[in-house]
Structure formats: C-alpha cells, structure tokens
C-alpha cells in the first residue's frame, strides 16, 4: 500500500524521530556513569562484557528489521498482500529469535571461556530472553513507519529505553544494598534491557490498529525473507559498528590481559576503565550524528527526483556538519578528558587511553551520515563491506596492539579501524557524486577555530588546578573545571565559526534548533554585511 507523503509529512515524521533519538541516545549513554558509580570499575567490566551481544540484536531488530518491515509493507500494493507480508516477516523473525535465543542460552558456557570468565554465564542466560520481544518489536514499529505514523514509534523508542534505565539503576541500587555479589547485579541489568524493550511492545500494542484485514494474498516467501535479510543488515550496519568493536574487545582484551600476566581482579578493573569511553563517545557522537542525521531525509525526498543534482547541497551541509560538530567534540573531548573522567567516574585512571579512545568520535561522526546518504541513494554493499573490512583490521590490530600497550593498543586499534572505514566511504562517496564536499577554507578554518579552543582551554585548565579550584574536594574541583573548560571551548569554537560564516545562515535554519545559531551568527557579522 504504497503512500504518497507530502515534504510537509514527511519532514515532521523526520523531525519526530530526531527529537526521539536524541533523548534514547541520552538515556543509553547517561545512565551507564551512575551505574559504573554503584557498581565500580569491576562491575562495569562485567556488565560492559555482556551488552554487545543483547545491544546487537536490539538494534539489528528493533531498528533494521523495522525499516526492512518498513519497507516492504510501503511497496505493497493491496491490504492482502501487506498482511500477507506482515505474517511472513513475524513468523522468519519469530524462527530466528528462537534459534538465538537458543544459541545464547545452550552456549552460554561456551562464550564465557571464550571472554575468559565463566562467571558471566547467568548474564547471557538474562539476556538471551530480549530476543524473544523482538518479533513483535520489529513488525510492530515497520507497520507504524510504512504508514507514516512516527508519533507511536517515538513514543515507544523513548519508553522503552526509560523503563530499561529504571529498572537497570534501582535493580542494580537494591542488590549492591543487598549485598548481592557484582555478577548478580550485571544480571538485574541484563533483565533491566528484556523488561524495557517488553515496555516499548506494549506501549506500540496499545497504539496498534489492524488495518490490514481481510484475505491474505499470495507472495513469494523467500523473496520477502531475503529482502528483510538484506534490509535489516545494511541499514543497521553502521549503527552495529560500534557494538561489533565492543564485542571484538569482550573476546579479546581481557584475554589478552592476562596472558600478559595481569592478575585476574587487575584485568578486570582495567577492562572496566578501558570501558569508561564506551559512554563518552556515545555522548560524543550524539549532537554530531543527530545534526546530520537530520538532514538526511531531506536528500532521500531529493534523490527520490529525476534530477538528483538536487540532493548535493545537502550532502555537502550533512558532511560540513559531521565534520564540524565531531570534530569539535572529539577534540574537545580529549582535552578535558582527566577532569571528565574524575567528574563522572571519580578518579583520573587511564586518562591517557581515554583521550585516544575518545577520538573515535570524529570517525563515527563521519561514518553514521555517510553510510545513511549511501543507503538512501541505493548504494548498500559496498557501505556494508567496508564496516565489516573495519571490524575485520580492529580485531587484528587488537592481537598486535593489546599485547604492546594493553588497553591503550585497544583504543588505537579502535582509530585505526573506524579510519579506514571513514576513508574508505569517502573514496566510495566521492565515486557515487565526484563533487567537492567542503572547501579548503572550511578545513582551514576549522583548524583554526580549533587550535584557538586548545590556546584559550589549556592555560584555563592549568591555572584552574593549580590556584583557583585545589582547595575543593577532587570530584567538585573536576567537575568544575570540565563544566566551564566545555563552556570555553564551546564559545571560542562557535565564535570562529561564525564569525568566518563557513556554515551559511541559511544552511543553520536546516538543522535542528538551527534558527538560534543562525540568528546569533547574522548579529555577529552585523557590520560586515552593512
């Protein structure tokens, strides 16, 4: 049942959904330092250990198994064929959540002496049982998007992710008060995912309304399988890539740590600091990701157009917002990274990996939009095999790195693979729309903007520790000098940036909350334009 959507439609179910991903990427970053508070460095490790394989399949099926859904249930042209479809793509993914969810639990012993801890066997048990929601998960939120109705999908996104960070956080408070040992509280956690996203099907239950009734209609089954299959996979491989890096380090890191000869306790509180970055960047990535995500279904109406030439000044604008804002915060980032650390996770420890981790900022930044224009435009396979040639150099550089650095060789290997995945897209990009993305006094300005943010920041930062704020408690004295160092960064950056108009007014008035950069910049270059 195809449907024709007007751009006015069609951007307010955009803006709907970017209004929902920012306060579901919030809550999945932020609840995770409270946690690592309760818990310590140690439970972080575990809990860190276990999350990419549930974290996997809640964004392989909630996210790209609904816009695979999504998909096929637009291009249906009968309500026959549409149920039709609806059952074929519930059934292969109720098959497949079975088969998992049997995987995980029967060979839960397996993957733990794989990662070196048999203790984490309980953990993956618990969060086997997430997969078995979402069959109804998926189906639901694909039929809700092929009709255009982003308000239940928001709804639900939200949620679902609210009740996850509720449980996860007062489950974890009431067995660390208990006494409970730190494996047990990673199980609460673990059971905090499968009571959230039962939270996000129910609430898309209670907006649920059947309209594809009456009889059912012949389809070819396995062309629907494969469909959703190739769907689901590539639209949800970029937003994998992250979850796939954490699963290489689950299997890796701490193996490697002890056959380096640290002892098991140590390994693991080191594996547990090495993991502070995971929320750091996932904080790091969202205003930068968000900005140009939001500008992407803008070129997708575009691209839809015979003439798709005019869909390139919004590629540039999505790839000079990328570049911009994760640059900004990568940067930004690292150099408060010893303050950050002390103000969320109450000491300085490893602060040096986690300012090269942090820089995995700027390459997700670049990656997330970029594989999303390419997906827009049709262009799947070759996204889709450079993240899995990425994933394929992190897990070797792991091996060589780890053993010379320990978890410092982690986090570089980490760069080294989102890099090559980055340059990789952009020689592909350039292929697909050989055109200048940005000009070279973009660049330019950007570095300079920069290095005025490091020249105004640092000197800040030492006078600060050094006179101004030594005689408060550590945790405040951090907290204070990352909060104003931020705030300083932020304002000198901004300022360049505007004041050399590299970002147009007109260009600001497309991004969310753009109206107030744009109106700032036309006041700050007020005389010039006179």
């Known amino acids: 049942m195809a449907q024709q959507w007007n751009m006015k439609t069609f951007m307010k179910g955009a803006s709907v959904l970017t209004i929902s991903a920012i306060i579901v990427k919030l809550l999945g970053a932020v609840y995770r330092v409270p946690f690592q508070n309760l818990v310590g460095d140690k439970g972080f490790y575990i809990y860190q250990q276990v999350y990419p394989f549930i974290g996997i399949f809640i964004v392989w099926t909630s996210y790209g198994f609904a816009v695979a859904v999504s998909k096929l249930l637009a291009s249906s042209t009968s309500r026959g064929e549409a149920k039709a479809m609806m059952r074929i793509a519930f059934t292969y993914l109720l098959l497949l959540s079975l088969t998992f969810f049997i995987i995980l639990t029967v060979f839960a012993p397996f993957f733990a002496r794989s990662m070196g801890d048999s203790g984490l066997v309980p953990l993956l048990r618990a969060g086997a049982y997430i997969v078995l929601v979402m069959p109804a998960l998926a189906v639901l939120k694909g039929s809700f998007q092929s009709e255009g109705r982003m308000m239940p999908v928001a709804v639900s996104g939200v949620g679902e992710q609210a009740f996850r960070v509720m449980v996860i956080l007062i489950g974890t ?14 199980e609460v956690a673990m059971w905090g995912a499968v009571v959230g996203e039962s939270a996000g099907v129910i609430i898309l239950a209670l907006y649920y309304r059947n309209k594809f009734q009456g009889p059912l209609e012949k389809v070819d089954t396995w062309q629907v399988v494969k469909e959703l299959t190739i769907v689901s996979l590539s639209v949800s491989a970029s937003s994998l890539i992250l979850l796939l890096f954490q699963l290489v380090d689950s299997f890796t890191v701490y193996n490697i740590l002890l056959a380096n000869g640290f002892a098991q306790d140590t390994a693991m509180v080191m594996k547990g600091v090495y993991d502070r970055g995971q929320p750091l960047v996932q904080m790091g990535i969202l205003i930068a990701s968000t900005l140009a995500l939001a500008i992407v ?11 798709k030439r005019g869909a390139l000044p919004f590629i540039r604008l999505t790839f000079r917002t990328a570049f911009l804002f994760g640059w900004a915060a990568a940067v930004g980032l690292a ?7 002390e103000m969320l996770f109450e000491t300085r420890d490893s602060s040096v990996t986690l300012i090269i981790f942090s820089l995995q900022v700027f390459w997700l930044s670049l990656i997330l939009p970029l594989t999303a224009i390419l997906q827009g435009a049709g262009r799947v396979k070759v996204p889709t095999l450079l993240l899995i040639g990425g994933l394929v150099i992190k897990i070797f550089a792991n091996q060589l790195l780890v053993p010379l650095w320990d978890v410092t060789g982690a986090a570089i290997a980490g760069n080294i693979g989102l890099a090559a995945i980055t340059f990789g897209l952009l020689l592909y ?40 704020f030594d005689e408060l408690p550590g945790r405040i004295e951090a907290t204070l000098i990352a909060l104003t160092s931020v705030l300083a960064g932020a304002i000198v950056f901004l300022f360049v940036i505007m004041k050399t108009r590299i970002m147009a ?16 910049q036309l006041r700050l270059n007020k005389r010039k334009g006179e």
């Open 173 to 186: 408070w009431i067995a660390m008060r208990a006494g409970a040992s730190l494996y047990t509280a990673g």
């Open 505 to 520: 007014e007109k260009e600001w008035f497309l991004l969310p909350f753009g109206k107030r950069l744009a109106t700032l």
């Open 335 to 341: 150099l408060v990274m010893p303050y950050v650390n």
């Open 429 to 468: 990009f350039k292929k697909v729309w050989p055109t200048r993305l940005a000009p070279a006094r973009f660049y330019g300005w950007v570095i300079g903007a920069t290095t005025l943010m490091i020249a105004v920041v640092y000197p800040w930062m030492i006078v600060a520790d050094g006179s101004l």
């Open 297 to 307: 279904p803008l070129i997708a109406h575009h691209s839809s157009k015979k003439s």
